[in-house]
T-cell receptor, first 109, second 113 residues
Framework: RKEVEQDPGPFNVPEGATVAFNCTYS??????FFWYRQDCRKEPKLLMS???SGNEDGRFTAQLNRASQYISLLIRDSKLSDSATYLC??????????FGTGTSLTVIP | NAGVTQTPKFQVLKTGQSMTLQCAQD?????MYWYRQDPGMGLRLIYY???????DKGEVPNGYNVSRLNKREFSLRLESAAPSQTSVYFC????????????FGPGTRLTVT
């Protein structure tokens, strides 16, 4: 079983829409969680860390559900510039990070 | 402040050839990482270096070796390239440990024929 699983999409949404992605992780000992963004043929960049209490950064909200072992990312008021692949990342402790395969988002004018 | 730099950007090798991918960071980070990214597989950790002078295997280390030359530089060597090593290779650095953001280089696109 993969450490981290994501729906690959693609998600095609109109500008201004709200879209949500989920990610599940297999190891209950996982300790830290992140969402990264990757533009086509570019390197991944941190979008936000995910805290136990949930956290928000502008139009982006991340939630963690330890009991069900999933994390989510909500994007409100989607912009064209949000089009990218969103990577879910999980750490079990130390320096080993596990990446999901990514969810592709295209925001349509 | 260049962040994380990688060379080369592109490379084509024949099966059995060797090469070294170079990575350097100017953020004074303790930890450095090598990942490969393949379609449908996500990024997978090859090796990492938690601090200068240490290296450890990640999820997919077979066929690779690494050297943490100093705090700034972390190289990845393919001794005898195989077509299965065709991939995009990313180097990353961070302050270290599970809580800190990783900063990635622009990647090296390697094709082995």
């Amino acid at each position: 079983r993969k450490e981290v699983e994501q729906d690959p999409g693609p998600f095609n949404v109109p500008e201004g829409a709200t879209v949500a992605f989920n990610c599940t992780y297999s190891n209950s000992a996982s300790q830290s969680f992140f969402w990264y963004r990757q533009d086509c043929r570019k390197e991944p960049k941190l979008l936000m860390s995910v805290y136990s209490s949930g956290n928000e950064d502008g139009r982006f909200t991340a939630q963690l559900n330890r009991a069900s072992q999933y994390i989510s990312l909500l994007i409100r008021d989607s912009k064209l510039s949000d089009s990218a692949t969103y990577l879910c990342v999980v750490n079990r402790g130390g320096n080993q990070f596990y990446f999901g395969t990514g969810t592709s988002l295209t925001v349509i004018p | 402040n260049a962040g994380v730099t990688q060379t080369p950007k592109f490379q084509v090798l024949k099966t059995g050839q060797s090469m070294t991918l170079q990575c350097a960071q100017d953020m004074n980070h303790n930890s450095m990482y090598w990942y490969r990214q393949d379609p449908g597989m996500g990024l997978r950790l090859i090796y990492y270096s938690a601090s200068e002078g240490t290296t450890d295997k990640g999820e997919v280390p077979n066929g690779y070796n690494v050297s943490r030359l100093n705090k700034r530089e972390f190289s990845l060597r393919l001794e005898s390239a195989a077509p299965s090593q065709t991939s995009v290779y990313f180097c990353a650095s961070s302050e270290g440990g599970q809580l800190y953001e990783q900063y990635f280089g622009p990647g090296t696109r390697l094709t082995v024929t």
